[in-house]
């Protein structure tokens, strides 16, 4: 397994990270532990999750972190591991309510914490962004929280890259800590995105690669395997959801060009879709999301794929680049 630091932090962590959206909910408890315990020994150190995870299923809420609580607590692998999670997301009844006040961040920082069952939450993101409220306000609050010990550093999720520029230059001015990553929609189809079911969702574009490309700010890629789409495709079941996303010629010709890196390696279609993110010139960390111990021992054998640069424009669609 290759282990990279952070960029401004002292967090060493995995190439790819364990997402458990469905963890407590479409994954069970028990399955839930086994995929942890088995992305632990494939040599896996961070973990991320939400407050929001589950919420879409009826009755108890935010119940990935409370696996992931229970987990924790009966492994005793706290220190071994890096916690990623995710808070200020609007309630999902009225998702055009943003939630970044300084109230709803410390409740909801408070919550995940007693939730996981730890001290400390060594990555906290903001799970949506509010334009209507000032970077300043929401800088000054996430440096309390790391100021009093609850939080060790902070990104962003579904923010657009001038509002993260504004927040860095906010906080150069101000002597502030800023964000250390930017948790984003990104896959090797995303380019060429159908359709996207929730607007509040923000897809990596040009002008974010630009930006990561110059200042060197780690990106966390979620749903770095479009749905499954490639590998759905590969072993032609491709459902309605991958479909409707991701169907059409120019994600036609990517399938081709993994295709044909994954024969001349000798690996899997989701090891290329995979390395596609892990190969970028800038720190990215694909979060992964499998359900079953066979995708995610597929999963992590991209960790040791490097793509070369012909290779990654041959995905893109500009071989002679």
Not at 191 to 213: E, G, K, T, W, Y
Request: charged share 25%; net charge negative; glycine share 8%.
């Amino acid at each position: 397994m290759h282990y990279q630091t952070i960029p401004k932090t002292d967090l060493s962590v995995s190439a790819i990270a364990l997402g458990t959206a469905e963890f407590g909910a479409g994954i069970s408890r028990d399955e839930s532990f086994e995929l942890l315990d088995r992305y632990i020994e494939l040599g896996g150190n961070l973990i991320d999750t939400a407050k929001v995870y589950s919420d879409w299923i009826e009755g108890e809420k935010s119940r990935s972190e409370k696996v992931i609580g229970r987990w924790l607590a009966t492994s005793g692998r706290r220190d071994s591991v890096v916690i990623s999670t995710k808070g200020a997301h609007p309630d999902l009844a009225t998702m055009g309510v943003g939630r970044l006040k300084r109230e709803d961040i410390v409740a909801d920082c408070e919550g995940s914490l007693s939730r996981l069952g730890i001290d400390r939450i060594d990555l906290y993101w903001l799970h949506r962004d509010d334009p209507t409220v000032p970077v300043g306000e929401i800088l000054g609050t996430l440096n309390d929280l790391v100021g009093s010990g609850k939080v060790r550093y902070f990104g962003c999720s579904n923010w657009n890259v001038g509002r993260i520029e504004e927040a860095q230059e906010y906080a150069r001015i101000h002597d502030l800590r800023s964000f250390v990553a930017n948790q984003v929609l990104w896959n090797l189809a995303s380019d060429f995105m159908n359709s996207q079911a929730d607007p509040s969702l923000v897809v990596f574009d040009s002008a974010a690669r630009a930006f990561h490309a110059k200042t060197g700010m780690a990106v966390f890629a979620y749903s770095s395997q479009a749905n499954g789409f490639f590998r759905k495709l590969a072993e032609s079941r491709l459902d309605g959801g991958a479909e409707k996303t991701y169907l059409n010629d120019a994600n036609l010709k990517r399938y081709a060009a993994a295709s044909k890196i994954a024969s001349d390696r000798r690996t899997s279609i989701s090891a290329v879709a995979l390395s596609y993110l892990t190969s970028q010139p800038f720190p990215t960390i694909p979060v992964i999301g499998p359900r079953t111990v066979g995708q995610l021992v597929d999963s992590m054998s991209a960790s040791s794929l490097v793509l070369n640069e012909e290779e990654i424009r041959e995905l893109e669609g500009n071989p002679d680049a």
